[in-house]
């Protein structure tokens, strides 16, 4: 009994993490029609924030070495302004383009930004330590849980809800609810769209700046493509979660997390490296049962 409820609290903790990758994917897809996967590199650039440009494979901390307020202040202040940088001078310029070339302009993004952390950290993957005292597992109830599966629970649970409140109860959350139901109307009845669509993308990189620690405490390593396949699971969670809702978004997450986890622990020993095969089977199945997705929302047009 106690190893299954180790594998639940694994594949929760799992799916936390691609819940909130999803989330940032769907509120600019909600607003934009844009699958922004630039969203991979804004996790990348985060992370590498934590430590000074050097060839080294053991850096020396930059914004790693701040008091942990101030570290992850700093950590998501870059990745905001990052994506309202990518905002403002990659996608607002084509916002009345059709899809493919929004998409197009996405990947562009994506290469150029993986090209500069490149140029200005090389490609060789670096090792760095933060929040090391939560590798140590707390025993709740005979099971043992990393705090940093508590750490990446909790903060999911609280953004989760600080989000539905958000777009609740606030001005520019109904206005991005709005646009996200019907981006046209909501523009013609005085919706501020430049505010709204600048508001999705820095939400988007603040939940992105936030994977990017819980990455990098969890792996202790640094990547240029540490992002990607996070981004990829987070997609894949918004396709069958239903493209435009947030709450599918993260009940996705949570399905892909879930899933991937079962197999990781349950697959035959030899079966365990086709794991991933075994996931994107399992959204193939999912998108041919239900192909609008797991929660459809009423607005099916393309807008913007």
Not at 219 to 237: E, I, N, Q, S
Request: net charge positive; no cysteine; proline share 5%.
């Amino acid at each position: 009994m106690a190893n299954i409820v180790q594998v639940l609290v694994d594949a929760i903790a799992l799916g936390s993490l691609y819940a909130l990758v999803a989330l940032a994917i769907g509120l600019v897809f909600g607003v934009m029609r844009l699958v922004n996967f630039a969203q991979a590199d804004y996790i990348t650039i985060g992370a590498y924030a934590l430590v000074v440009p050097t060839a080294s494979v053991t850096p020396p901390l930059l914004l790693g070495a701040l008091p942990a307020a101030l570290m992850i202040g700093g950590v998501l202040f870059v990745v905001v302004v990052l994506a309202l940088l990518t905002e403002r001078v990659a996608f607002r310029p084509l916002r009345n383009s059709n899809p493919s070339t929004l998409l197009i302009s996405s990947f562009a993004v994506s290469y150029f930004l993986q090209n500069l952390v490149m140029l200005i950290h090389t490609g060789r993957p670096k090792s760095v330590g933060i929040g090391q005292s939560l590798a140590n597992a707390v025993e709740i109830g005979g099971v043992r849980v990393p705090g940093v599966q508590l750490l990446t629970m909790g903060v999911t649970a609280g953004l989760l809800v600080a989000l539905v409140l958000f777009l609740k109860k606030t001005p520019l959350g109904i206005q991005m609810r709005a646009a996200a139901e019907n981006f046209q109307m909501a523009r013609l009845l005085g919706m501020p769209a430049n505010r709204v669509i600048a508001l999705a993308f820095a939400i988007s990189g603040l939940l992105s700046g936030v994977v990017s620690l819980l990455l990098t405490i969890q792996t202790g390593t640094l990547d240029l493509r540490m992002g990607l396949m996070p981004v990829v699971y987070g997609f894949f969670a918004t396709v069958i979660g239903g493209m435009g809702s947030l709450p599918g978004a993260a009940l996705g997450g949570f399905l892909v997390g879930v899933a991937s986890v079962l197999l990781q622990t349950y697959l035959p020993a030899d079966l365990r490296p086709f794991r991933d095969a075994g996931v994107f089977t399992l959204v193939i199945l999912i998108l041919l049962v239900r192909p609008q997705g797991l929660i459809v929302t009423s607005a099916a047009k393309e807008r913007v």
